[in-house]
């Protein structure tokens, strides 16, 4: 039986300032960045392919980080796409080998390609990939994290690289989106904020084309109740007039486009 591949000392110190560095990184700039740098470091790339479970009926969320000018979106939509993409591919390599680590083309005559995968890598851009499954607590993958457009040799060094880096890279990867998902809820606060429900309600209106009277009329309230309402929203918006803070609180979220 062969002894896994162990790291020398330069690998063992690289590895430990991506694990370092990794706990910096709280945005998907300081992310893409650590991975041209710390993580290139060990492992030589171009394009970093994150695909995250999500709860949706599509499986996983994917996410590029590319530096490479040959892969465009439409590589990428064909990569992302959810029966025939990336994701399936892995999923049916790694359930026939057994192994988290899928490496494309493979340098071991023990564990062959796999058809439709070489064909969506070579067509696509990429290359070469060397992937890695994260699997939960209920032994299903939850996440994968894909390598291309790599300079190195794809073998036991290259995978036990991915073994050892990886969950920090899902980990560091977990934070931005823990990140993202606060901003985003804070900001739908602050617009949530900006107007009241009442205000909301006659902005509906006014969308909908009602004058004033038509809307005090609905609402049991005076004209000039709905005038100083539609004074407040055009404050509230920055807008100068009644169709100007329609289009306001569309672009913010407050009305839903028809």
């Known amino acids: 039986m062969n002894s896994p591949p162990r790291l020398n000392d330069a690998d063992?110190?690289?590895?430990?300032?991506?694990?370092e560095e990794s706990f910096l990184i709280g945005s998907r700039q300081q992310f893409f960045v650590w991975s041209q740098s710390?993580?290139?470091?060990?492992?030589p790339h171009e394009i970093l392919i994150c695909g995250i479970e999500d709860g949706s009926r599509q499986g996983m969320a994917l996410h590029r980080f590319s530096a490479s000018r040959y892969f465009r979106q439409a590589h990428f939509d064909a990569v992302?796409?959810?029966?025939a993409g990336l994701m399936s591919r892995l999923l049916a390599v790694a359930e026939g080998s057994r192994?988290?680590?899928?490496?494309?083309?493979?340098?071991?005559?023990?564990?062959?390609?796999?058809?439709?995968?070489l064909r969506l890598v070579g067509d696509n851009e990429l290359k070469n990939l060397a992937a890695h499954?994260?699997?939960?607590?209920?032994?299903?993958?939850?996440?994968?994290?894909?390598?291309?457009?790599?300079?190195?040799?794809?073998?036991?060094?290259?995978?036990?690289l991915l073994e050892l880096l990886?969950?920090?890279?899902?980990?560091?990867?977990?934070?931005?989106?823990?990140?993202?998902?606060?901003?985003?809820?804070?900001?739908?606060?602050?617009?949530?904020?900006?107007v009241t429900p009442r205000q909301e309600e006659i902005l509906n209106l006014i969308k909908s084309g009602k004058t004033n009277?038509?809307?005090?009329?609905?609402?049991?309230?005076?004209?000039w109740t709905i005038k100083n309402h539609i004074q407040a929203i055009l404050r509230k918006l920055d807008s100068n007039s009644r169709t100007h803070a329609i289009a306001r609180a569309m672009s913010l979220g407050i009305l839903q486009p028809d």
């Open 80 to 83: 992302a796409d959810p029966t």
């Open 12 to 19: 063992r110190s690289r590895f430990a300032d991506a694990v």
């Open 99 to 117: 192994s988290r680590v899928v490496l494309c083309p493979s340098s071991s005559s023990a564990k062959p390609a796999d058809q439709d995968l």
């Open 213 to 223: 009277s038509e809307i005090a009329e609905l609402l049991s309230c005076s004209p």
């Open 133 to 160: 499954l994260v699997v939960g607590v209920r032994g299903r993958a939850e996440a994968f994290y894909g390598f291309s457009r790599l300079s190195v040799e794809l073998d036991a060094r290259l995978g036990h």
């Open 166 to 194: 990886v969950p920090h890279v899902h980990n560091a990867f977990l934070r931005v989106l823990s990140a993202e998902r606060d901003v985003a809820g804070v900001a739908h606060q602050r617009v949530g904020r900006l």
């Open 38 to 43: 710390s993580v290139q470091a060990l492992i």
